[in-house]
């Protein structure tokens, strides 16, 4: 038999997933089904990145696509048996904050924050129902992207608002849980005496947040009640004044749905280059416009940098990760550039190698890069619903 959980990430169209192993980091695959609907494509990896064979089929729904996915795996492992499935949920209110085995109770309960998350959480649920149609009596494992962040202080959790909105949920949740919870773990094993200190972790990708870190626990993050605030983004603006949103609905009588569009789809480095979202082809550019996007993002980073330290009274280690924190050594180089008063300096050849420690050895303040791996956090939370306990280290 080969035993195994499986992890689902599922967008409006889109799914994510990959097939980890009862133990260890490597998946046995991962895959991507798009533009689910009757457009629809997917692919499939195996552990060596290999592309596997995926034969014609269905793949007008996401169930089609699930179960598209495993008829096409069962052709390389044919006993198979998925134990449990892990789903990402971008929402998890106040009261989740671990990993849960979802009922009908959860499900309601999770609906009731689709308010809260309107582009992401009705997705992550359709993944959930559709995975309990494809495996049926399978434990499905809802992990969230708030949950690490639900111990802040309660400055760090709260807008001043008048309360009875606090107590109704409007708060600063923070996001890229599921990400932080493994560079904390990762940090445990790569560099313990740092992982107990205070690091700020920069989640840098198409999404982009920062964290504060203490003794591996998160006290504060660059967002707040939607993925929207903080850093500048691919196509999120990051922090606004909600004074441009009086504005653009007053004076420019925008509706809602136009506004969250401008928000999440059109504005960060999109907005601001006018070309890309994509931070490989900004810096490639050479725009004047593509040019000041890059400042910006750098600019707000180094400003976020310094906050995060400050909620935590100061900083050991800057972690840098997602895909532009793990790839790009001239936004790195930048970010760092202005630091130099909080201990931080980066050694040029460790950075230019993507080093996991890229500052100099006279630095007061260790900087690293490490990949992050949120399927993984998943896959562990699916494993442990079932009992698999893990042995791997990190
Ligand atoms: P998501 O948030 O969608 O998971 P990723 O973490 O994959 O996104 O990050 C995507 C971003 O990383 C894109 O802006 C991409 O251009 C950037 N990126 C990836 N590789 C490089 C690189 N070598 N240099 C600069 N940016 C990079």
């Not at 969230?144 to 309360?163: E, S």
């Not at 480095?269 to 890309?276: I, K, N, Q, R, T």
Request: glycine content about 10%; hydrophobic content about 45%; some cysteine.
């Amino acid at each position: 038999m080969t035993d195994a959980v499986l992890t689902l990430n599922a967008g409006s169209s889109s799914l994510k997933l990959a097939l980890y192993p009862a133990q260890g980091a490597v998946p046995l695959a991962t895959g991507l089904a798009d533009r689910i609907g009757p457009e629809g494509t997917l692919k499939l990896k195996g552990p060596d990145g290999a592309p596997i064979a995926v034969a014609p089929d269905d793949l007008t729904t996401h169930t089609g696509a699930m179960q598209a996915a495993i008829k096409s795996l069962r052709a390389i492992y044919p006993d198979l048996a998925v134990l449990s499935v892990g789903h990402r949920v971008v929402h998890g209110g106040n009261a989740f904050s671990a990993p849960v085995t979802v009922n009908n109770e959860v499900l309601i309960h999770l609906a009731d924050l689709s308010a809260f998350a309107p582009l992401h959480q009705p997705h992550n649920l359709s993944g959930i129902r559709a995975a309990t149609e494809a495996f049926p009596g399978v434990p499905q494992v809802a992990c969230f992207d708030t949950a690490f962040h639900r111990n802040h202080p309660w400055v760090n959790d709260v807008f001043a608002l008048p309360r009875a909105f606090y107590d109704e949920g409007v708060r600063r949740y923070g996001f890229h849980g599921l990400s932080y919870d493994y560079i904390a773990g990762a940090l445990g094993h790569i560099a313990p005496h740092l992982a107990k200190g205070r690091v700020v972790v920069a989640h840098l990708g198409n999404g982009a947040s920062m964290c504060a870190l203490q003794d591996g626990r998160s006290i504060a993050s660059t967002m707040g009640f939607s993925a929207l605030e903080g850093l500048p983004m691919g196509t999120r603006c990051g922090q606004l004044d909600p004074g441009v949103l009086l504005y653009l609905m007053d004076q420019k009588g925008m509706t809602p749905s136009q506004i969250s569009d401008l928000l999440y789809k059109q504005s960060g480095l999109l907005g601001l280059s006018g070309l890309s979202n994509d931070m490989r082809t900004l810096e490639a550019a050479g725009t004047v416009e593509a040019g000041q996007a890059i400042d910006y993002f750098v600019a707000r980073c180094q400003r976020e940098v310094g906050a995060m330290a400050a909620s935590v009274g100061g900083i050991d280690a800057l972690v840098f990760t997602g895909g532009i924190g793990e790839n790009s050594r001239l936004i790195r180089a930048r970010i760092c550039e202005r630091l130099g008063w909080m201990g931080i300096e980066v050694d040029p050849t460790r950075n230019a190698e993507n080093a996991q420690v890229i500052s100099s050895d006279q630095a007061r303040t260790t900087v690293m890069v490490v990949p992050t791996n949120e399927e993984l956090v998943i896959a562990r939370a699916a494993r442990a619903a079932v009992g698999l306990a893990e042995q791997e280290a990190a």
